[in-house]
């Protein structure tokens, strides 16, 4: 097997660059692709698999897959991006890209935040009122 040494890594053919040098950045870029690639699954298993799309709930559980998809996908592009530029590219031209994708990364995450604050209270009114309803049924 030919190895070669890589700053403070040994690479070995078959094994993955990025991985060893940068080993913390290559472990989040798994997570987060893991997380998107599994969400699409449970997403096409949710969308095939014939509940009604008539359910509140299964409205909000699809919404909630779809916000987990899309935000591992987001991270997983941005740490991607950090991952294959060059040290000496994130200082120059592209260091003001990296700082308009934090920015936008930031406004994503304020939207996302938004959204799960205004679903989380309408499922708490719906709550509200699904319990007012049974006591009071069970009171007549």
Known sequence: ???TVVGEGRICSGQVVIGVVYPKLQFKFL??????FFSSLIMCL????GIRFE?????????LVMWTILSSFAFSY???????TPGFLQLDTYGRSFRVIDKLMLVWICVLIF????????IITWIVTY???KMKEKRI
């Open 31 to 36: 997570i987060y692709s893991a997380i998107c």
């Open 46 to 49: 949710i969308l095939v698999s």
């Open 1 to 3: 097997m030919i190895c």
């Open 131 to 133: 319990l007012r309803k």
């Open 78 to 84: 941005v740490i991607s991006l950090n991952m294959l």
């Open 55 to 63: 359910h509140k709930l299964f409205m909000w559980l699809l919404s």
């Open 115 to 122: 959204i799960v604050t205004c679903h989380a209270s309408s």
